[in-house]
């Protein structure tokens, strides 16, 4: 691939189209997108947990942005939802047994199992958002879950006054990314003089969010100040019940991801949400997997930072996200 990409440079014949592509989503949800391959462009494959949220479309519109500016050629998919554990098995394999791409970048649903399916991998692989341990993986594009959510978890801390009851509703039990999150909520609320009062999992869906948060005001009537969230569709489940039992202004809820949770935060629904940069973590994910095919050195983990989202800053947010997304 090095020998073929200097030969581009030094004949100096070519000039690589900068153009974006657009996909077809079927009616399961599986996206794939792509540009039409031009001669010595770079194809590299990108599998998300899914692109049936804003979240996931909001990395996939820097994914999108990067094939345009690095004049690549990028096969982006995602299985329906977070849980379709082996249509994104079937994914990866798929993938790893053509000789499309020269590269692999995963945000793993299953962490083992990812690693497992690419053990015997010939391109170079990388990681976007949720990593995994392989000696295959050259590098983890993303966030620290567990520093983000704490992060997090202190901001509500200090809005209850250093003290209060708090319920987590996390994503799918056993995912890394809902693990390290659960870590992260529980160690800056404990911090900030917090109790974590129960734990649910909602499978990363906003109408379990619904039923637990509505059991858990059942089961601890006048007792939750606060509720804070694997992402911000599941903290707008959550919000949802909470306003529906007229507990609004005493429940504050907090979301995940800040895509989807800013619209709600400047319209009072939710208190705050944890930006994570979704957008730069797809445009860099595509960046660092051209590196690796270009035999270029990466580095092991390229962090994004996080940031609460609250009403003193959520417009400046919008008008970002507005840019992102145009």
Request: net charge negative; charged share 20%.
């Amino acid at each position: 691939m090095k020998k073929r990409f200097l030969a581009m440079l030094l004949a100096g014949a070519m000039v690589l189209g900068l153009t974006a592509c657009g996909g077809e989503q079927s009616a399961s949800g599986t996206q794939t997108e792509g540009t039409a391959a031009a001669d010595g462009q770079h194809t590299i494959t990108v599998i998300l947990k899914t692109l049936n949220s804003e979240y996931w479309n909001a990395v996939a519109a820097g994914i999108r942005q990067a094939e345009s500016d690095l004049g690549c050629k990028v096969l982006l998919q995602g299985p329906p939802s977070e849980s379709s554990y082996d249509e994104q098995l079937n994914m990866i394999e798929t993938t790893l047994a053509s000789s499309e791409s020269e590269a692999l970048v995963l945000a793993p649903l299953q962490p083992d199992s990812a690693a497992n399916a690419v053990k015997d991998a010939q391109i170079p692989i990388l990681s976007v958002d949720t990593t995994f341990t392989s000696e295959k993986l050259l590098s983890y594009i993303g966030v620290s879950n567990e520093d983000a959510a704490a992060a997090g978890g202190k901001y509500i801390a200090e809005q209850l006054g250093g003290k209060g009851n708090v319920v987590i509703l996390a994503g799918v039990q056993g995912d890394t990314t809902s693990e390290d999150r659960i870590k992260g909520w529980t160690r800056g609320l404990e911090e900030g003089g917090c109790t974590v009062l129960d734990l649910q999992y909602t499978d990363a869906v906003a109408d379990k969010a619904v039923t637990s948060i509505e059991g858990l005001m059942q089961q601890y009537p006048d007792q939750i100040d606060a509720v804070v969230c694997h992402s911000d569709d599941v903290a707008m489940g959550a919000a949802n019940a909470v306003a529906s039992s007229g507990l609004a202004d005493r429940i504050k809820v907090c979301g995940f991801g800040g895509i989807s949770g800013a619209q709600p935060v400047k319209d009072g629904k939710l208190t705050a949400t944890v930006d994570i940069g979704p957008y730069t973590m797809g445009y860099n994910c595509v960046a660092r997997a051209i590196d690796a095919v270009e035999g270029k050195s990466i580095e092991a983990f390229y962090p994004s930072e996080a940031s609460v989202i609250d009403a003193s800053n959520v417009d400046d947010f919008l008008v970002k996200l507005a840019e992102w997304t145009k």
